[in-house]
């Protein structure tokens, strides 16, 4: 994968909101690329049932005035803010990218987040995505991984800098995985020190780590093998807490899914890093 050029990122007013453009705007600097920024608004009348009895047309007009308004008001605040922060941040507001440094720009559209993601993240380099509140995974997280066809940078809400110096790459030799490391190799290349960490109970899945250094290598990027002992009921807590001891600064991984099963859309590796990760990850899916 070339560097990327194209970021994504979605914006609402749903908390951290200064330090997750902060964030952005970090990843985009890491890379001179150009951060566009997606604030997506619906449309009053979706949220309002006007087939509700005993409600006037002059009443559900005066409901939708009063949600439209404070929905203009909201997105010229996050405007404003996203443009103060760019500023501090040395990041020039521009339509097109610069060719040799980071840009960013503001996209106001109509719509549901998560479509506009999933539509729209199919022509960009790499979506940024902030972890879900209370380890909930919304909607537009799932659409990012499962539906855009593009890596997908899962921030921690509250991460306001990026330079990952210590790579951590969650390997059992399947298709997901694989693809996130083809996704990884522009970070791989700026980093200073890469794990390969495979679970234990992975251990008869081919190829195996030995194969991806190797292959790694053939990328001028030197990998080291880790084992990972089980130790939890969940490998994917085994593979959070050999990623911390090492103080890994990303964690590179396949997004595993099923089918919907109760709304439960990932598996349960993926799930409990989405979760619980006070890491970044980079997944594909």
């Known amino acids: 994968m070339n560097t990327p050029k194209v970021l994504l990122m979605p914006l609402s007013s749903s908390g951290e909101v200064s330090e997750r453009l902060q964030g952005a705007l970090a990843v985009a600097k890491y890379f001179g690329a150009q951060l566009q920024v997606l604030h997506a608004s ?6 309002v049932p006007h087939e509700v009895a005993g409600l006037s047309r002059q009443f559900m007009q005066e409901l939708e005035r009063i949600a439209g308004t404070q929905s203009r008001q909201d997105a010229d605040q996050l405007r404003g803010l996203f443009k103060q922060l760019a500023d501090q941040g040395g990041v020039p507001v521009r339509e097109t990218p610069l060719p040799d440094g980071a840009s960013a720009c503001w996209h106001e559209v109509e719509g549901l987040r998560s479509e506009l993601v999933a539509r729209r993240g199919r022509v960009a380099d790499l979506l940024i995505i902030p972890q879900g509140r209370d380890g909930a995974i919304s909607a537009t997280l799932e659409a990012a991984i499962l539906q855009s066809g593009s890596p997908v940078l899962v921030m921690p809400r509250t991460q306001t800098v990026f330079c990952p110096h210590r790579i951590a790459i969650a390997w059992n030799g399947t298709p997901e995985v694989s693809r996130a490391v083809r996704s990884a190799l522009p970070f791989l290349h700026r980093c200073s020190d890469v794990r390969i ?13 030995e194969a991806l250094q190797v292959y790694l290598r053939s990328h001028s990027i030197d990998a080291k093998p880790q084992w990972v002992k089980h130790r939890h009921r969940n490998d994917g807590a085994d593979l959070l807490k050999a990623a911390q001891n090492e103080h890994c600064d990303l964690i590179v991984m396949g997004a595993y899914s099923h089918h919907r ?13 989405l979760q619980h990760s006070p890491i970044p990850l980079l997944m594909s899916h």
Do not use: C, I, K, M
């Open 261 to 273: 099963l109760q709304q439960q859309a990932f598996g349960g590796v993926t799930r409990r890093l």
């Open 197 to 209: 960490l495979t679970h234990e109970t992975t251990s008869d899945r081919v190829p195996g780590p």
């Open 42 to 47: 619906v449309h009053p009348s979706r949220f």
